[in-house]
């Protein structure tokens, strides 16, 4: 079913106070050759975006799976072995990740790290070695097992770090080099974590001169019942009321003015509209901490699954 339109839009000073973004060492990881497709250059080309405009560096990270068969003799009566091709197979990463992005890069501080051992583990523990600031990961894959599984390496990284992750849309990306941040939409789900998911998303939107819109998905105000199914609305002026002063009182202690939207029903689904409307270039959203990137009612995953724009987890 189609929700209705949004329960409250209250319209105030959208810009962001002056503070800046603490983000100086950015993690990127890189499949290759995975990397020179589009759906991988677009995360690339937001990484080196960001770096430009917020005068950060890059650690631009590849990791070669170690091999899951003993080394040896691949045949008998064959010279070449398992170690051979696995040695081979670093030497052409090794030359893959030298070459990548040459030009895209310019004028940007980057490093490139060849690792051996599981992607997702070496990017967690790499992020928590150089105290990386944000991890840009490319959510590249096709499908519906995709779709419904995040891509394992993200998955994983996003379930073990609790460094703040970039995710790039994989459902309709701009034109790589199009990309560029002027509008930044922030959930809050009214929970102790909001103060520093509205914090961090200030910051990054004072820190490009973008402005910032405020979004509040409540749980579903519609009911069902013999006939079909209506809105209470005084149920919904109730959750509606709760929510704003709220959410004025997290504004009023962040320093913020931001243009408010709360609205009811499915949250990925809502974000998404919320976004179009708004014309965002990236949505920020808070996660629980000791728990994961699993915020916003337990929708991280989801969000991050479904959005259409650049997903920023904190």
Same mark, same amino acid.
């Given at each position: @079913?189609?929700?209705?339109?949004?329960? !409250?839009?209250d319209?105030?000073?959208?810009?962001?106070?002056?503070?800046?973004?603490?983000?100086? &060492?950015?993690?990127?990881?890189?499949?290759?050759?995975?990397?020179?497709?589009?759906?991988?250059?677009?995360?690339?080309?937001?990484?080196?975006?960001?770096?430009?405009?917020?005068?950060?560096?890059?650690?631009?990270?590849?990791?070669?799976? *170690?091999p899951?068969y003993?080394?040896? $003799?691949?045949?008998?009566?064959?010279?070449?072995?398992?170690?051979?091709?696995?040695?081979q $197979?670093?030497?052409?990463?090794?030359?893959?990740?030298?070459?990548? @992005?040459?030009?895209?890069? !310019?004028?940007?501080?980057?490093?490139?790290l060849?690792?051996?051992?599981?992607?997702?583990?070496?990017?967690?523990?790499?992020?928590?070695?150089r105290?990386v600031?944000?991890?840009?990961?490319?959510?590249?894959?096709?499908?519906?097992?995709?779709?419904?599984?995040l891509?394992?390496?993200?998955?994983?990284?996003?379930?073990?770090? !609790?460094?703040?992750? %970039?995710?790039?849309?994989?459902?309709?990306?701009?034109?790589?080099?199009?990309?560029s941040?002027?509008?930044?939409?922030?959930?809050?789900?009214?929970?102790?974590h909001? *103060?520093?998911?509205?914090?961090?998303?200030?910051? @990054?939107?004072?820190?490009?001169? $973008?402005?910032?819109?405020?979004?509040?998905?409540?749980?579903?105000?519609?009911f069902?019942?013999?006939?079909?199914?209506?809105?209470?609305?005084? %149920?919904?002026?109730? @959750?509606?009321?709760?929510?704003?002063?709220?959410i004025?009182?997290?504004?009023?202690?962040?320093?913020?003015?931001?243009?408010?939207?709360?609205?009811?029903?499915?949250?990925?689904?809502?974000?998404?509209?919320?976004?179009?409307?708004?014309?965002?270039?990236?949505?920020?959203?808070?996660?629980?901490?000791? *728990?994961s990137?699993?915020?916003?009612?337990?929708e991280?995953?989801?969000?991050? *699954?479904?959005? &259409?724009?650049?997903?920023?987890?904190?």
């Open positions: @079913m189609e929700p209705e339109g949004p329960l !409250q839009r319209i105030s000073d959208t810009k962001a106070g002056s503070v800046v973004t603490n983000i100086q &060492r950015i993690l990127v990881p890189v499949a290759l050759p995975e990397a020179f497709t589009d759906s991988s250059r677009n995360a690339l080309y937001q990484a080196a975006w960001l770096a430009r405009h917020l005068h950060a560096e890059i650690t631009l990270l590849h990791v070669v799976p *170690r899951d003993p080394y040896g $003799a691949l045949e008998a009566g064959h010279e070449i072995t398992a170690e051979d091709l696995h040695v $197979a670093v030497k052409t990463a090794q030359k893959d990740l030298d070459q990548a @992005m040459l030009s895209e890069f !310019q004028g940007v501080a980057v490093t490139r060849l690792l051996r051992g599981d992607p997702a583990q070496e990017i967690i523990e790499t992020a928590r070695e105290s600031d944000l991890i840009v990961l490319s959510t590249h894959g096709h499908g519906a097992f995709y779709r419904l599984l891509g394992s390496v993200t998955a994983k990284v996003l379930h073990e770090t !609790q460094c703040p992750v %970039w995710t790039a849309s994989h459902i309709e990306a701009p034109p790589p080099g199009a990309f941040i002027r509008r930044v939409l922030c959930s809050v789900d009214l929970t102790p909001n *103060r520093h998911t509205l914090t961090r998303a200030a910051e @990054m939107a004072a820190a490009v001169h $973008a402005e910032l819109t405020l979004v509040h998905i409540t749980g579903t105000v519609e069902f019942g013999p006939g079909g199914s209506w809105v209470n609305p005084e %149920w919904r002026d109730t @959750m509606v009321g709760i929510a704003t002063g709220e004025a009182t997290l504004q009023k202690d962040v320093g913020t003015n931001a243009e408010v939207i709360i609205d009811s029903g499915n949250v990925p689904q809502l974000l998404n509209r919320a976004a179009e409307q708004t014309k965002a270039d990236l949505l920020v959203i808070g996660h629980i901490p000791g *728990r990137h699993l915020g916003d009612n337990g991280g995953y989801g969000i991050i *699954r479904e959005s &259409r724009i650049p997903v920023l987890s904190v």
